[in-house]
């Protein structure tokens, strides 16, 4: 039997959620009993946010890449990053790494493809937000990703970072999404949303708004994850 080795503590909600569905969708797909084996590296939010902030990309890429061999010396098969912001370093890391990595941005694209989706906004934190990993990758499948305005931005990683990394989930800080989400269907005549913070997901929990489509980029992952411990058992 297969292994994953999951980098997580980025932050420690969405690791918790990853495991759990990790858990109930292999589960749900097996139905004999058996449950898959996980590995987590619970890694240092703070230390991942000030290399981003500082744009230390060479650095941050060191550090996830000496976590991910402790997954592997520990027996992980593959891995996955739990959290979008540190893929703006993935693709260095994937040609690093001494197991192989399924990208979050990837599979997002694929179900964004299937969906027929053209134009998509962006939550998450402004590294994410406002880096080029989301919008290299869609553009290759015909897809724009479309920018919250500054002020929006602003006000979207303050939420995720001073609420939603710790489980906090405010009414108040839901409306404000939903009014973006609302502009941006209206102005920049997008058809989805990504929610490119693996913790977005406990504010937005119905998968369409206002026929807007939120791609839930944790939950589409794990999925990825559970396909590939069943193609690699049966391999």
């Known amino acids: 039997m297969k292994t994953v080795g999951i980098i997580g503590g980025t932050g420690p909600e969405s690791t918790v959620a ?50 991910i061999q402790k997954l592997a010396l520990a027996g992980a098969d593959f891995g996955i990053l739990a959290a979008n ?28 493809s299937t969906l027929g989706l053209k134009r998509l906004g962006i939550f ?3 590294f994410t937000m ?7 990758v869609l553009r290759g499948a015909g897809i724009a990703v479309v920018l919250p305005t500054p002020q929006e931005r602003d006000f979207i990683h303050e939420k995720y970072l001073a609420e939603l990394v710790s489980g906090i989930v405010l009414p108040e800080t839901r409306k404000g999404l ?3 989400v609302s502009r941006m269907k209206a102005l920049d005549r997008i058809d989805g949303v990504i929610l ?14 206002e026929d807007i489509i939120f791609l839930d980029t944790a939950k589409l992952h794990v999925g990825k994850v559970v ?3 069943l193609s690699l058992e049966t391999a």
Do not use: C, W
């Open 85 to 112: 912001t540190p893929h703006m370093v993935f693709d260095s890391l994937a040609r690093q790494s001494p197991i192989p990595l399924i990208s979050i941005v990837e599979v997002t694209r694929e179900a964004a």
């Open 18 to 67: 990853y495991y759990r569905q990790i858990v109930a969708a292999y589960r749900q797909k097996t139905a004999d009993g058996s449950y898959p084996p996980v590995i987590i590296n619970s890694i240092d939010l703070k230390k991942l946010l000030d290399l981003a902030e500082s744009k230390q990309l060479e650095a941050l890429t060191h550090y996830l890449l000496g976590e």
């Open 124 to 126: 998450g934190t402004r």
């Open 178 to 180: 939903m009014k973006i």
């Open 130 to 136: 406002e880096a080029a990993f989301f919008p290299d």
């Open 196 to 209: 490119g913070g693996t913790e977005l997901s406990l504010m937005f929990t119905e998968p369409i708004y």
């Open 227 to 229: 396909e590939r411990l």
